[in-house]
């Protein structure tokens, strides 16, 4: 956490605001310390293995931030825990300062499920009416927010009037729910895989109407698979496996500044480039390799070879890249670990058995 030191007392101007901006964070409106969470189940109500591990972070407001991990890692369960859906096992959450789950605050705050349930003999207006009448929106002021909705997820007021939810395809399903959970026009929204099934149309679109709520200073909270949307949306993220946050940061810190090139040309010595490049492979005529130095002085070398360079650019890693390596090193780090514990048991069954048979 960054903390701002006090000004000194011989400054005799106050700072710019482009200064300050740059040295003060945003209010911290969702925080959770060492938050964990065992279900238990069968007759017994035997543990099982935790869902969440000792999860402490902070999202600030206004952000767009993004949970990443693979099935099983516990992102929903930290989802339904921010609501107040489940109650930890140990640690704390809050939202806007009052606890997860404080009925004040559930009335400033917006859901969307990954698997929504509808009452689907309803259409898409009866039900988003409902949903405007349990928070209290009633008369004119009902009719304006739901034709303001209709309009953002860009789901027709026609369709929406008259044709009953059964009949609605899953994108529009995923525009009501995106609706719904804005009705109460909430300061924190919670959007659990709003990508899920949709096909590339309907994904931007989704992706558009969060931008859009980007736009207007919401805080977004959100878990997804679709990584590059996650990449082109979010200011932060966290990457959560088996429990455990990974690492958690901004995807430019996160990602780093590469320090090399991928290059592709053809033509020149082969032996000449094997000392250049990295990882050389042909294709189609061209060769293609990674470059770690520096690339002014491989443009003359490649001129004095005759080689032509079709392509040379800054070696970016993906999110995705990124993602599975975070995971692939975590996995073998926990391998690791367990196989050197398993060791230790084994050499302390054998200390003590040469002790009994000795005896």
């Not at 959770?32 to 999860?55: I, N």
């Not at 259409?123 to 309009?151: C, H, M, P, V, W």
Request: some cysteine; charged content about 25%; glycine content about 8%.
């Amino acid at each position: 956490m960054n903390v701002v030191s006090p000004p000194s007392a011989n400054a005799s101007l106050p700072a710019s605001p482009i200064a300050a901006s740059t040295i003060v964070h945003r209010p911290t409106i969702i925080a959770t310390h060492d938050l964990r969470k065992v279900y238990r189940t069968g007759f017994w109500l035997k543990a099982a293995p935790p869902s969440l591990k000792q999860c402490s972070l902070e999202i600030y407001k206004g952000e767009t931030f993004g949970l990443l991990g693979p099935n099983g890692a516990g992102k929903t369960t930290l989802l339904k825990l921010l609501l107040g859906i489940i109650r930890p096992t140990a640690g704390s959450a809050t939202l806007m300062g009052q606890p997860a789950g404080d009925r004040s605050v559930k009335a400033r705050i917006g859901y969307l499920p990954e698997n929504p349930y509808f009452y689907d003999y309803l259409t898409g207006r009866e039900f988003l009416s409902y949903t405007a009448g349990l928070f209290g929106i009633t008369g004119k002021a009902q009719k304006q927010r739901i034709n303001e909705l209709l309009d953002l997820v860009q789901l027709d007021r026609q369709s929406a009037n008259k044709k009953q939810m059964r009949r609605y395809s899953k994108g529009m399903l995923q525009r009501v729910g995106m609706a719904q959970a804005l009705i109460n026009d909430p300061e924190i929204v919670f959007l659990d895989e709003p990508m899920s099934g949709l096909d590339p149309t309907g994904r931007f679109q989704v992706r558009e109407i969060i931008l859009s709520l980007k736009e207007q200073g919401k805080t977004l909270f959100f878990n997804s698979h679709v990584l590059s949307d996650v990449e082109m949306i979010c200011d932060r993220i966290a990457i959560l496996d088996q429990g455990e946050l990974v690492c958690m940061g901004s995807i430019h810190k996160l990602l780093g500044n590469p320090t090399y090139y991928r290059v592709k040309g053809n033509g020149g010595s082969l032996d000449i480039l094997d000392q250049w490049l990295s990882n050389i492979t042909f294709e189609g005529g061209y060769w293609q390799g990674v470059l770690y130095e520096n690339p002014f002085e491989f443009m003359a070398t490649a001129r004095l070879m005759n080689a032509h360079i079709a392509k040379l650019e800054v070696a970016k890693p993906t999110l995705e890249e990124f993602f599975m390596d975070q995971i692939r090193l975590r996995r073998e780090d926990a391998d690791r670990a367990a196989t050197e514990q398993t060791e230790r048991k084994r050499s302390k069954k054998k200390r003590l058995f040469g002790r009994l048979s000795a005896q």
